[in-house]
Protein backbone atom coordinates (compact mmCIF):
# COMPACT_ATOMS: atom_id res chain seq x y z
CA UNK A 1 0.00 0.00 0.00
CA UNK A 2 1.23 3.45 -1.03
CA UNK A 3 1.83 6.13 1.56
CA UNK A 4 1.21 9.91 1.73
CA UNK A 5 4.78 11.15 2.38
CA UNK A 6 2.99 14.73 2.24
CA UNK A 7 0.81 14.54 5.36
CA UNK A 8 1.38 15.65 8.48
CA UNK A 9 2.39 13.09 11.23
CA UNK A 10 2.18 15.23 14.41
CA UNK A 11 2.89 18.90 15.91
CA UNK A 12 5.18 20.23 18.25
CA UNK A 13 4.19 23.72 19.67
CA UNK A 14 6.73 25.97 20.83
CA UNK A 15 5.97 26.75 24.72
CA UNK A 16 9.65 29.72 25.24
CA UNK A 17 10.99 27.57 27.35
CA UNK A 18 14.79 27.44 25.63
CA UNK A 19 16.15 30.58 24.24
CA UNK A 20 18.91 29.57 22.75
CA UNK A 21 21.01 26.55 21.56
CA UNK A 22 24.24 27.38 23.01
CA UNK A 23 25.10 26.35 25.50
CA UNK A 24 23.17 22.74 24.43
CA UNK A 25 20.74 21.94 26.24
CA UNK A 26 21.47 18.43 27.79
CA UNK A 27 19.10 16.11 29.83
CA UNK A 28 19.82 13.11 32.57
CA UNK A 29 16.96 11.12 34.22
CA UNK A 30 16.07 12.35 37.45
CA UNK A 31 14.28 10.63 40.74
CA UNK A 32 11.93 12.93 42.09
CA UNK A 33 10.77 12.24 45.57
CA UNK A 34 7.38 11.17 46.38
CA UNK A 35 5.06 13.43 47.77
CA UNK A 36 5.88 16.06 45.23
CA UNK A 37 2.56 16.05 43.20
CA UNK A 38 2.10 16.81 39.48
CA UNK A 39 5.13 19.24 37.83
CA UNK A 40 5.01 21.07 34.78
CA UNK A 41 7.90 20.73 32.19
CA UNK A 42 9.79 23.63 33.57
CA UNK A 43 9.70 23.08 37.16
CA UNK A 44 12.79 23.90 38.92
CA UNK A 45 14.06 21.00 41.24
CA UNK A 46 16.48 21.00 43.99
CA UNK A 47 19.45 18.38 44.30
CA UNK A 48 18.72 16.39 48.47
CA UNK A 49 22.37 14.98 48.81
CA UNK A 50 21.63 12.24 51.22
CA UNK A 51 19.70 10.62 48.99
CA UNK A 52 20.11 11.58 45.19
CA UNK A 53 16.79 12.33 44.81
CA UNK A 54 14.89 15.58 43.64
CA UNK A 55 12.42 17.99 45.29
CA UNK A 56 10.76 20.72 43.82
CA UNK A 57 12.56 24.28 44.51
CA UNK A 58 10.11 26.00 47.11
CA UNK A 59 11.15 28.72 49.47
CA UNK A 60 10.91 25.83 52.58
CA UNK A 61 13.41 24.13 50.46
CA UNK A 62 15.79 26.98 49.50
CA UNK A 63 17.81 27.73 52.50
CA UNK A 64 19.14 23.94 52.65
CA UNK A 65 18.94 22.67 49.09
CA UNK A 66 20.18 24.25 45.70
CA UNK A 67 18.86 24.62 42.63
CA UNK A 68 20.22 22.37 40.58
CA UNK A 69 17.75 21.31 37.26
CA UNK A 70 15.05 21.87 35.28
CA UNK A 71 12.43 19.15 34.72
CA UNK A 72 12.17 18.41 30.94
CA UNK A 73 8.94 16.67 30.76
CA UNK A 74 5.63 16.75 33.00
CA UNK A 75 5.82 13.66 35.90
CA UNK A 76 3.25 12.97 38.47
CA UNK A 77 5.29 11.66 41.46
CA UNK A 78 1.98 12.23 44.06
CA UNK A 79 1.78 8.86 45.11
CA UNK A 80 5.60 7.45 44.72
CA UNK A 81 8.97 8.54 43.42
CA UNK A 82 9.27 9.54 39.39
CA UNK A 83 11.46 9.02 37.04
CA UNK A 84 12.17 11.90 34.57
CA UNK A 85 14.40 13.89 32.11
CA UNK A 86 15.50 16.85 33.40
CA UNK A 87 17.78 19.67 32.06
CA UNK A 88 21.40 19.81 33.28
CA UNK A 89 22.44 22.27 30.82
CA UNK A 90 20.87 24.47 28.46
CA UNK A 91 20.01 28.79 28.04
CA UNK A 92 16.18 29.34 29.50
CA UNK A 93 13.84 32.16 29.78
CA UNK A 94 13.51 32.92 33.11
CA UNK A 95 10.05 34.04 33.11
CA UNK A 96 9.15 30.51 32.25
CA UNK A 97 10.86 28.71 34.76
CA UNK A 98 8.39 27.19 37.77
CA UNK A 99 8.95 27.41 41.61
CA UNK A 100 6.29 26.12 44.20
CA UNK A 101 3.77 28.40 45.39
CA UNK A 102 5.01 32.00 45.39
CA UNK A 103 8.49 31.16 45.71
CA UNK A 104 10.43 33.27 43.50
CA UNK A 105 14.00 32.45 42.59
CA UNK A 106 16.78 34.57 44.51
CA UNK A 107 20.06 35.53 43.15
CA UNK A 108 21.55 31.84 45.19
CA UNK A 109 19.07 29.82 43.35
CA UNK A 110 19.64 31.76 39.64
CA UNK A 111 23.62 31.37 40.95
CA UNK A 112 23.50 27.56 41.67
CA UNK A 113 21.99 26.96 38.36
CA UNK A 114 24.78 28.98 36.49
CA UNK A 115 27.55 27.11 37.88
CA UNK A 116 25.75 23.98 36.99
CA UNK A 117 25.49 24.83 33.35
CA UNK A 118 22.38 26.62 32.65
CA UNK A 119 22.22 30.16 31.71
CA UNK A 120 18.86 32.44 32.23
CA UNK A 121 18.03 34.93 30.16
CA UNK A 122 15.05 37.17 30.45
CA UNK A 123 13.31 36.51 27.31
CA UNK A 124 10.02 37.83 25.94
Do not use: Q, W
Not at 85 to 92: C, I, N, P, S, V
Request: hydrophobic share 40%.
Amino acid sequence: MAKKLYERVGETAYDGLLVDHFPPADVMSVTVKSGEGALKRGSVLALDSTDGKMSFLAAESSGTLDANCILAEDVDASSGDAVALAYRTGHFAANRLLTKGEYTLTFKDKEALRKGGILLSDAL
